[in-house]
DNA sequence: CGGCGTGTTCAGAA
DNA sequence: CTTCTGAACACGCC
């Protein structure tokens, strides 16, 4: 799931129930998650300490704990669960924060990324040191500056250091919207095309982030890339797939000509 | 058994 | 040096 929009769900889940509640114990099922840190020094570190205010950095997510900062990183099948603490524990529940009104559970089938233990601000930083700017407020100065580089622009949009917070849905679902193939190379864009992009992945941003992910909407791309023959849903032709950034890639071929044969 | 996947990182090729 | 591809990580589903 975790894009952005999912990131900032968790961002508002651990707001809502963790911020100012004071942690009474860490229970850590699969010390697999744990980056860089030990089941034993985590649970010493945050036993007795208090939530504060979450803040999501691309697809990270820093809690602060007076001193200390939690980072969580959720790969592609990781959430953030609030619990009365009634709920018996989930199979990929690997790590539980208890509070003292329920619990917060990281978790993940995968494991593909995991929890950072930061000793404070400056080490935090450190570590997403080579994190672009966030896409939900990067400005379209900056945006045409990330953008032009020669790589293909879908390369450019999911890399973290380049622009943070997308993933391959809002990225194929953003050049479908700015009618941009996504193997086009970044710096043969038009200015006109560029503007799309970045009108494209604001509206999308602001579209996805109240649902807490991608939609499946049938008006969006997203809502037909899974079906047996998927339509463009804007003009009705057969959607194309293959691969581009390394990853499944949908397009319309019409609504997005080809760059090598258009 | 084989293939696939809303993420990231690394080795190796061009 | 830049850009791209494929494999690897780990787990469940088809």
């Known amino acids: 799931m975790p894009e952005l929009p999912d990131v900032e769900g968790f961002r508002g889940v651990v707001a809502e129930y963790g911020t100012g509640r004071r942690i009474t114990a860490v229970r850590v099922a699969d010390p697999g998650v744990l980056r860089g840190v030990g089941a034993g020094e985590l649970t010493e570190t945050l036993t007795g300490r208090s939530f504060g205010e979450p803040e999501r950095r691309g697809k990270?997510?820093?809690?602060?704990?007076?001193?200390?900062?939690?980072?969580?990183?959720?790969?592609?099948?990781?959430?953030?669960?609030?619990?009365?603490?009634?709920?018996?524990?989930?199979?990929?529940?690997?790590?539980?924060?208890?509070?003292?009104?329920?619990?917060?559970?990281?978790?993940?089938?995968?494991?593909?990324?995991?929890?950072?233990?930061?000793?404070?601000?400056?080490?935090?930083?450190?570590?997403?040191?080579?994190?672009?700017?966030?896409?939900?407020?990067?400005g379209r100065r900056e945006f045409d500056g990330v953008t032009r580089a020669r790589r293909q622009i879908k390369a450019t949009l999911m890399d973290q250091s380049a622009l943070a917070g997308l993933g391959n849905l809002l990225v194929d679902e953003i050049c479908w919207r700015?009618?941009?193939?996504?193997?086009?190379?970044?710096d043969r864009l038009t200015e006109a095309e560029r503007g799309e992009l970045y009108r494209a992945m604001r509206r999308v941003l602001r579209d996805a982030i109240p649902t807490g992910r991608v939609p499946g909407r049938r008006s969006w791309l997203t809502g037909h890339r899974d079906g047996p023959h998927p339509t463009c849903p804007r003009c009705g032709t057969a959607l194309a797939?293959?691969?581009?950034?390394?990853?499944?890639t949908v397009w319309c071929p019409r609504c997005q000509p080809d760059p090598d044969s258009g």
Do not use: C
């Open 178 to 186: 700015a009618r941009i193939h996504p193997r086009r190379q970044g």
């Open 241 to 248: 797939h293959g691969r581009a950034a390394g990853r499944t």
């Open 60 to 138: 990270w997510l820093l809690v602060p704990l007076s001193g200390p900062l939690l980072l969580l990183h959720f790969g592609m099948t990781g959430s953030m669960v609030w619990d009365t603490g009634e709920t018996p524990p989930h199979r990929h529940d690997r790590v539980t924060f208890v509070l003292t009104n329920g619990e917060l559970r990281y978790r993940d089938m995968r494991k593909l990324r995991g929890i950072w233990l930061a000793a404070d601000q400056d080490a935090a930083d450190r570590l997403l040191a080579d994190l672009g700017p966030d896409a939900l407020t990067v």
